[in-house]
């Protein structure tokens, strides 16, 4: 495997573990990259979701402490690894941060969307989408082909709850109540606090 698909390798595997640290601040984890040459880690983090207007270099450490947090204010980090000859992974996967001043530690929102089963059978099985809310707000899930054409409404704009949402499930069907073809498509889940497309593979 070359440098880069190791880099690459590694962003997809990428876990965190975030630690209680001073109520201010989060420390990092994560696992290392088996890489000879790697150079270090990048820690990113910004206010608004894969908009990240601070960068840390970590050196060749597995944790990084960033201090100096808002009480209430959410935070979107991500992590990457490069080598010595400057090339760089593409994000680990993102999570949130909000530390608030009631509990001991900072709240931990995985971002992460998916749905199970995938790919799925239609007309014999239907995919749960998973996905989780930060704050209650309204939601609305769609489906579209590859195309970019809507296939089915599965969720009109309706109100939720924070926290995490198994409810939602997609039998295959598009709006005029017909199976679809098989090959994949693209779940578009809204809500305030972001946009997660999902890919969903159909094989009957």
Known sequence: MGILQKL??????????????????????????????????????GTAPQQ????????????YLVNNLQEGRPYYFAVTAYDTAGNESAYSNELLVVIDPQNPGPTIVP???????NPFRPG???TQIRYYLPTAGPVKIEIFNLGNRLVRTLVPEVAKAAGEHVEDAWNGLD????????????????????THVLKIAVSN
């Open 8 to 45: 690459r390798h590694f962003a997809a595997q990428m876990s965190f573990v975030f630690t209680c640290a001073p109520l201010s601040a989060v420390l990092l984890k994560w696992d290392a990259v088996v890489l000879g040459d790697l150079q270090g880690y990048k820690v990113y983090y």
């Open 52 to 63: 990240y207007n601070q960068v840390f270099d970590a050196g060749n450490a597995t944790q």
């Open 175 to 194: 709006d005029q109540g017909l199976l679809v073809a098989n090959g994949v498509y693209l779940c578009k889940i809204q809500a305030p606090q972001f």
């Open 111 to 117: 971002l992460n969307s998916y749905n199970f089963p």
């Open 124 to 126: 014999q099985q239907t």
